[in-house]
């Protein structure tokens, strides 16, 4: 069978050419799994014989068969590199360009036939440890977290495949060819992360690279193929991305010359392939000049300091990176006089790198929205280690016997349901707007001609500028973008955008409870009972219950009361005047029993403690009465 | 038919071919001689469809070989650094033939591996190179293909095998009407196999006969006269143009003639000579004097050649 795009004559010799390696990589997976499940089912007996109680299992997850990376990191790039070889010998190559084959059939025949080996070696594991897992007793597997794991494993390989087709098509060389895919797997991701960090440094706007680029990290190769952790939805991301190089590949592999079989590539790919090498290794220098040729105080520190001396030894290392990259992919020295004419070009692609980073930083300052072109503001709070939402004197409560306290502080957390809401929540009124849209101009303005360093001097003396206590990452969305920036409020204006969370229209979606069915996982957790005695609870019949019970009871408390139940500790703020203490407190002393909730947006999992006590009397009967029970 | 119009291909700064023009039969076996450089296996890499021309155009039957897996299916190309997959044996081997060839007859590889002597099941790395040569023969020649391409392939061949071969292409030549290329830098090889010839040189066919013609159009001639005869004597009967090459012996005189022999023989004979005999004339000589004539230096086509040999 054989079609424009792929040949089965062609897979099966695919298959063949890589035998030897497909078949020691699926051995070596069979005996991993004999080991990890052995010892899986080992523990599980242990845990038996010594518990008294049939609740206590041994969680499996994906991090026990973490060997099983192997399949992407190792066995494709071996059979994908040998399954290509042919293009690397003249006769060999010339060979399957002359058989009636088209090249696009070539290539994803023997593509496909390497990610076959990859799966074959996941199977191989995969199959019999669910069968063994599933059946034995006291061992609890996270089916999805495993599949969702072999899935990841499997586009990884795909990916992988993906890459080193496109290096195997560039390429006339082993030695070129594991050049491309170095190229490819870092160059992206350590170009990227040095613009937007050497932006961050050289920004008075910006402190976190999410701010440039969100989520950089996931956008980026090697990240992909170090993360263990995915969610289905990255996993299809990664498959389509794999797909894209597949495609990439093919048609590559369709313009290939069979005549750059041995040498490294085509001169213009191997000039930008030996660029890109060097490049990577003058990205430290970049950093060096760009953070310091942002004024003229930083020109002539950067000549006086070590700077100067730290920028020529990467750049001779660079240098010397280039010309050993040279002698292994030509393998003679006859190049050596071409390639010091070409050098100008690792030199004039750091010209752009910089001027990139220094152009990017100006549109950064230029990017100024008046308060009516803005649509609404939000407030990353959680990210910032500073207290970081405040309401106003609860009269009710006290402190050691001191006042009552006049501001109180609940510190958010990362993947946090309330904080969450918190940070997510949208203000559109004209009072936070003009806020945030005033904090932005006076930025611009007072950094005006000034490095970072000295701007921060500068504001530091200037009253509005003097609590930088309070830097807020604010999302802005602005004709139609969406633009982030780190702005210094005052303790003022923070407790005012505080407060603006409490105001009605708000606090209703903020202290809003996840109806029961949007849940992922539910539990209680009660810390009275000691570690190992059946502390949780995790009847689902009674949870449902328990939940909705719980709900209305929430539902009915002040702002304040629900903060108490969400965020077991907090700071007061013993503020008056001057003077003033900070104080770690527990709001109520209800938190030994507690139901942790899950919920998954985007993928992504948020968690909740929630407090079951004295405020929720319903809830907490129903929950004691449950556990008689059972 | 096999057409090439103004093909060029470059390799770098290497002009490899430069504005090749031939014209090939169908139905007959090519020879095409040149030395090591002069663009033999370019061309035939261009012609297999390995290579992309960089100008100019290859076709057969009007069809562009580059790409075209309906051409290549028709055609089998016998490289000078042969390939076989990792340990396969001719069986293994056979069996990829055949998914790439539509017309792959296994009863002709085992006829064909039967008259060479060899195993169809042995690793092919443990054969000579003269055996590998072979067996890279015999695979081609069950593809029944329409088109094959030697490339230098009677190197490492003995005497023996070298005719069995000859023999073979020569038949599957008759019988199934399939047009052969072979290139080769050893102009001896050519002699008895090629319907017609083609010489390469910096790229180009400098030179191309029908090897009939070759055998016609000059005769070596030995002649004596009892008295002595001048050049001039002779050029009077022959014609001065018909002269490629006098030589001189006391009575005796060597001349390269071209035109028809029995004229030759008739206008010499009226010299009345006491010797004239009419020599065979070696495909080797053939060329130095058509070269020559044509304003070449057959020393120089051949330079590597001829000191590789100690000439």
Redesign the interface.
Known sequence: M?SRFW????Y??GL??TRVAGIIYAAAMAIFTVLTVGDILEQARLTAAESDTALNVIKVDAADFSFLTLSYYIAVPVLAFMAFS?LY????S??Y???????EALALSYTSAVITWAVVGIAVSALPSAAVLAVSPYVSVDWTEYFTFLLMCAVLSILVAGLILVAASITGRLFSGVAVLFVMTFLPFFTLLAFVEIIVDISFLITESSQIIPFLDSYQLIYSLIKLDFTPAQSLITAGLGIVFIFLGTYLF?KR???IAETPAS?VVYRIIRTAVAFMFTLPCCAVIAENFDSEEGIREFFNGDDLIMTIVFLFLAVIVYYVFELMATRNFRGFKKATMQIVYVFIADAFFIGAIFGANALIVLDNPSPEEIDWVSFDMYRIATPAIAWEHDPDLKYDGLDPAYEGYVFLSSHEIFSDNICSTRFEDIETVRLVSNRLSKAIETSYGKTKDEWFADSEQDALLSTRDYPADVTIKANGRTIKRTLYLSQEEWLAVSRRVFEADVAETVFALPDYDSLSEIYILNAILPNGYDNEFHNKEALEKIYNQYKEEFEALTENQKLGLLFQTFEWNLVKGSASKYAKYAYYDSDYIRIHIVLEIDGEEYFQNLSLGHLTPKALNMYSSYRRQW | MIIAENLTKKFDDTLALNNLNCKINEGCIYGLVGANGAGKSTFLRLLAGVYKPDSGTITVDGESTYENTAVKAQMVYVPDELYFVAGANMKQMAALYASAYPNFDYGRLNELAEAFGLSLKKPINTFSKGMKRQAATVLALAAKPRILFFDETFDGLDPIVRNTVKKIICADVVDRKSTTIITTHSLRELEDTCDQLGLMYNGGIVFESDISDVKTALSKVQIAFSSEVSRESIEAVLGAESIRSYTNKGSVSNLIVSGDKKEVVQKLNSLSPILLDILPLSLEEFFVYEMNSLGYNFDDVFAKELAENGK
């Open positions: 054989a040949s089965k004559s062609m099966l010799d063949r050419r042919f010998k003249r006769n060999t010339d060979f360009h002359s058989i009636p084959v088209r090249r369709k010359k069979s005549e001169p």
